[in-house]
């Protein structure tokens, strides 16, 4: 899993087109996420908390699994939840749609040139209050149930900072969107930021397994859409706010960053590589990446330092 | 409804109803141009609540748009006077619609004169001065375009009672514009010179 | 006095003005459809040249380029909403049926109405001229947000031409929209009280009521943006570290899609209501339901400003806003179930025809639930992250006001269109440009569907540069298949309208047998001021089948303004 080493990257981040090509050619490691970890694939099992439940399955073939209507591979120690709610929630809608059509096609079948019966007002008292009472009880029944959910959901990860904030070993992430490129700032080992020991990488996260990471996201340009399919994580980089989230790796392995917002020409290049790590892997790589960062540490270079004191929630 | 008397009603009054209708169509479009302003405001708002508005050294002062609202203010109770005289005798409106338009000079000359006092003389220029002067001038012109627009209304109206035309229909659909100036001076106040 | 060619350019008959509506609307339908199909072709075959395009691209020999790609989607975007799908509801249809249907002698400013038309054909010569202008079109994306729509990141001419454009139809949607809300209230026949009015009335009512207070908003926002673009102001550029300054960007966010989403129901009413109406014509039965219909439709207008920022739960919205709009936007879809369920109500038991027309509501309904069901997770803040800016959404309002607006469009099209131009269309042609276009709407947006519920991200020029959406070629190279057969059906309309226009039959004066007041009180195609006599409403629209008429009459109808049969029909 060679690749990109942290300290190399301190790069003036001007809008000429020389960085955008250095970006582009820094030599990011290519591998199938399917074939990284070694551990073969994985498929996560709805579970409401870490650790996850690590089935591992047969995998079916890359080209069938286009047509099964399946979300990207899972490797978020929350994002089953995600996952299962929407499950949960498409069963009831294809119900509601197969009931809507199956309807709709008896109606017309039964009724094709028929002799209508005929109420003078379209409908009694008691059909309509049938419509009301119907529609109701669909709209408890299936928009309660994503409500709940999503309620549940937002309260417990989406909306709850307090857990990277209460969690002694949570990674610290500030992360500076660019047309079109991904760049992230780690505290170093002094866990303080703006510290000469500062890790700084292009298009290249890295993150231990099993602990929360905590994102801040600015954008230098335009308005970015970070995203990691994975870990079911979507957050707008808007010039002039940080804006913050926090995900939690369930394992190892290599995955995609993708911009969702469209910023420009080379949009659909604005992708960055995400390596979960073992936490022991992380502590080196975060140890020799802040030896080198401070070695090559210039004062003077004002661009480099944009990164920020950490925000509490 | 009884559609036989609303025929008749309709038949006895074409005139009453096609003046009702130019009143509502009135009402509509001075609401969309209020939808618009508030539109302007809220962005204005916001960027006051962000913390971009950065008031200029000399923050402009709350006394000159007081005095211009009372200016605002006088030309209501004008029309609604201009509106109201006896059909007889609508050249009788014609003080009332004389007062109005002075009372409505008076809005836009004070506005305009405090407005070239910031730019000229306090040096609150457009766009250096950021979000706070785009607003400042940007909403304050727009405010005054939509009571410049009542104003003319007025003067056509007053014109035709010179004539010897009746305008009270005219001061009716001009009133409801007038209240809708009031409200986005009202929101502009609040929003923008409002330190 | 005036030259004839002036006569027939400013004119301000409504029937006039919807046809100059109509051929605007198509023509831009067209070039809408036309920017799909380059967009498709690119998802299937990356890249590769597309045939017959070497004339417009020759320095790529027709292969799309990223800065083309962008072009596309930006203008397929705005084309469609702006130029094509609302001017065909509102413009063409509703010009042409709001009087008559009321029974009024055209709109209470007719003027107002020309020259909106030609501020909306100004704006759409704007966009034809940007395809001509240095840098090429606008290409910030639909919703063009800033800064990229700034001139710091675009600063092409054509960006700031397609701004203007947008004003230019904001004009054109507000005057029409003033003028279709006072014609209803003030301009109602004698005796067509609220209740008589067919429920595509009530559509348009609504949707004008929307563009009323809402396209000020639209205005505002592209005003500003324009005066980033032209004057210099900095309300939206700033805050970008890279150009300096102390604007706020997420503001143009929050007017647009406070514009934005009152715009897609402006989009869906008008064919709400024709659903309503043709289901119940076509079943011979009235409507079930009437006043819980138009309710429920009053309903999601009331409440369609209130639900805007769930296109901006993943822009660090706060969680009490997130939970606002999360709740306010389930709740929109209450009223929309009411009415589903009153147009099958309206079909069961019924006696129902399978027109052209009745095709086409159906598919509409159709269409129109599938993507109203698979907007559900969209509305709910967890399960619209994974799903956020991906082809799911893209599907997702496709199938709502793409193809349900489309088919929607026809639908009223094939039942008035004997009304507008006094000649008949052919039904089978018809009746098969419907059903081919609905089975391929459903497969294209399906297509879309599944693709996006796999994670593949909107806009991408080339997705598999992406690893985990490299399987998902053979996904959309099937449903590019479908959306080139659906642009070939469109075939079947074109050869129908040019034939019928060259050689149809004539209509006959009432082919639908309904007894609304354009079929019964007018000519076809109507008088210029339509109505010999000013007709006097008696009952409602939907007065079908019942037992006392058809004694008296022989028919199963009743014109709403005969007076041949006393008594209580509503």
Known sequence: MGGVVGGEARVTPDLSPARLILSESTPAPQPVPSEAGGAGPVHQTPVRSAPPANAVTPRMSEQARAWTLSPPEGASTYGPRIDALLERSHVFEAGLAAVMLAWLVLAVWRFRGARPVVAANGGTRRSRAWVLGLAVCVFVGVDGTLFLGSERYARDVLWNLEVPANDPRTVRLELNAHQWSWEARYAGEDGRFGTPDDVVTWNDLRVPVGVPVWVQLVSTDVVHGFSLPAFRVKLDAIPGRVNQTWFQAAREGTFEVACYQHCGTSHYRMRGLLTVLSEADYARWLHEAGRLATQSYDADDAAAHWGWEWRAP | MNPEASLASSEASAPRRAESTRWFAGVLAHGAGTMFFVALAFAAGWYRMRGLWVLPAVAPSVLPPCVAGAFLLGVGPLLLRASRVDASTPRRALPWLGGALVSGAGFLGTQAAWLHVMFWYRDLRVPEGGAFASAFYGLSALQAVHVGLVLLAVLVAAVSTWRGGDARDAARRALAGWLFTVATFGLLFLAVYLP | ?570
Not at chain 3, 228 to 248: E, K, L, S, Y
Not at chain 3, 274 to 299: E, N, Q
Not at chain 3, 403 to 421: D, E, I, N, R, T
């Open chain 3, 1 to 570: 006095m005036r030259a004839s060619w002036v006569r027939a350019l400013w004119t301000t008959d409504h029937k006039q003005v919807a046809r100059q509506y109509l051929w605007g609307g198509l023509g831009f339908l067209l070039l809408g459809g036309l920017l799909a199909l380059l967009i498709r072709w690119q998802w299937a075959w990356p890249g590769q040249p597309v045939p017959g395009l070497a004339w417009a691209l020759p320095e790529s020999r027709g292969a799309l380029t990223p800065p083309t790609y962008t072009v596309l989607f930006t203008l397929h975007g705005l084309v469609m909403i702006f130029f094509a799908v609302t001017p065909l509801l509102f413009g063409a249809l509703g010009h042409f049926v709001l009087p008559l249907a009321i029974g009024a002698r055209g709109f209470a400013f007719p003027r107002l109405s020309a020259a909106g038309f030609w501020a909306y054909a100004v704006g759409g010569a704007l966009v034809l001229a940007s395809f001509a202008v240095r840098l090429g079109p606008a290409s910030a994306g639909w919703t063009s947000y800033p800064p990229l729509a700034t001139p710091a990141f675009t600063p092409g001419v054509g960006q700031t031409l397609m701004t203007v454009a947008i004003l230019c139809v904001g004009v054109s949607a507000f005057s029409y929209g003033l003028n279709f809300v006072v014609t209803v209230v003030r301009c109602r026949a004698p005796g067509m009280t609220w209740g008589r009015m067919p429920l595509v009335v009530w559509g348009l009512f609504y949707g004008a009521v929307l563009n009323v207070l809402f396209v000020p908003v639209l205005a505002a926002a592209t005003l500003l943006l324009l005066l980033d673009r032209v004057a210099g102001t900095q309300f939206f550029i700033a805050g970008a570290a890279a150009v300096g300054g102390g604007g706020d960007p997420i503001v143009y966010q929050h007017l647009f899609w406070l514009f934005g989403h009152p715009e897609v129901y402006i989009l869906i009413l008008p064919a709400w209501g024709m659903v309503g109406d043709f289901v119940a014509y076509f079943s011979r039965k009235p409507a079930h339901g009437y006043r819980l219909t138009a309710g429920a439709m009053g309903a999601v207008t009331a409440m369609s400003g209130l639900v805007y920022a769930h296109h901006l739960f993943t822009s660090g919205l706060s969680p009490v806003l997130g939970r606002a709009f999360m709740v306010l936007t389930l709740l929109i879809s209450l009223p929309a179930e009411v009415m589903f369920l009153n147009w099958l109500m309206t079909l069961w038991r019924g006696s129902v025809r399978l027109t052209s027309p009745m095709l086409a509501a159906l598919a509409t309904m159709v269409v129109f639930g599938l993507g109203g069901i698979t907007g559900l997770a969209l509305g709910a803040v967890a399960t619209d992250v994974p799903l956020h800016g991906t082809m799911w959404v893209v599907g997702h309002f496709h199938l709502t006001m793409g193809a349900a607006s489309f088919l929607a469009v026809f639908a009223g099209l094939y039942f008035w269109f004997p009304k507008m131009y006094g000649r008949a269309l052919h039904e089978g042609l018809a009746k098969a440009h419907v059903l081919a276009s609905a089975v391929l709407f459903v497969g294209v947006f399906g297509g879309q569907l599944a693709a996006g519920y796999a994670g593949q991200l909107r806009r991408l020029y080339d997705p598999y540069q992406y690893t985990y959406l490299k399987h998902l070629l053979p996904l959309n190279q099937w449903t590019t298949g479908c959306a080139f057969l659906l642009g070939a059906a469109q075939l079947l309309f074109v050869g129908n309208l040019v034939w019928t226009l060259w050689r149809g039959r004539a209509a006959e004066p009432n082919p639908w047998s309904v007894g609304t007041l354009e079929w019964t009180c007018a000519t076809s195609p109507p008088a210029p001021d339509n109505y010999a006599t000013e007709p006097v409403v008696l009952r409602g629209p939907h007065v079908l089948s019942q037992p006392d008429v058809q004694q008296q009459l022989g028919r199963d109808w009743i014109g709403q303004a005969e007076a041949a049969v006393l008594g209580g029909t509503e």
